[in-house]
């Protein structure tokens, strides 16, 4: 069995999916071609008074993800863990939004802000809230992250997620930028000959919460 779990969609607050609405440009189409709208703007996203707009961003720490190449080089400096999500660790650098610049969602994600023109304010996981935690006690920081948005800590979360129902009633995600195949494998059990009931075993290495997502 295979199941496809949309991966890096950015979870953003309202207002950035609104954003490219509001920014829509209308091109010529070719001859005998049909008309394309360009979502694409420069140093678009101000304020009321015109200022670049402020952004708060949450980079989930992952390598070759999301990385941050100076806070860890600088732990390294100091002979210190490196740790941008401990409150008691993280180091100065851990808060800098241009360190976030590695990792293929990373360097992404700055090219995009940086087109945007946006002021970005670096979080981490350090700087989970206790509105947060007040509504949500699972274990995944991903899941958290996206609840810090929809109580107002965070303005967007920049990681690989899997785009679950669970989240998407939680905060909006952008477009997927790539597919995680997962391939589910399960052993042959005893020898008898095949039986229409068969089919139904596919369903028993998970329960059925699972296969209901």
């Not at 394309?36 to 989930?60: L, S, W």
């Not at 941050?68 to 600088?74: I, Q, S, T």
Request: aromatic share 10%; charged share 20%; with cysteine.
């Amino acid at each position: 069995a295979m199941q496809l779990a949309s991966i890096v969609p950015v979870a953003a607050s309202a207002w950035l999916l609104l954003l490219f609405c509001n920014h829509a440009v209308s091109q010529t189409p070719p001859p005998g071609g049909i008309p394309v709208t360009n979502y694409q703007c420069f140093d678009c996203v101000k304020d009321e008074n015109g200022n670049p707009r402020k952004v708060r961003a949450m980079f989930m720490d992952s390598a070759s993800v999301v990385e941050n190449p100076a806070a860890r080089e600088r732990a390294v400096e100091l002979g210190v863990d490196y740790d941008c999500n401990d409150p008691a660790k993280a180091l100065p650098e851990c808060f800098v939004a241009e360190n976030w610049n590695s990792g293929w969602v990373g360097a992404l994600s700055k090219q995009i802000f940086d087109n945007l023109g946006v002021e970005v304010i670096a979080m981490t996981q350090a700087n989970f809230t206790l509105n947060s935690s007040a509504v949500y006690s699972g274990g995944s920081s991903y899941t958290r992250c996206v609840w810090e948005i929809r109580v107002g800590g965070a303005d967007i979360c920049v990681g690989d997620f899997w785009e679950t129902n669970e989240r998407r009633r939680i905060a909006p995600f952008t477009s997927s930028f790539d597919l995680d195949k997962m391939r589910l494998v399960s052993m042959p059990g005893g020898e008898e000959g095949f039986k229409f009931n068969s089919l139904l075993n596919i369903f028993i290495p998970l329960e059925d919460t699972v296969w209901a997502v």
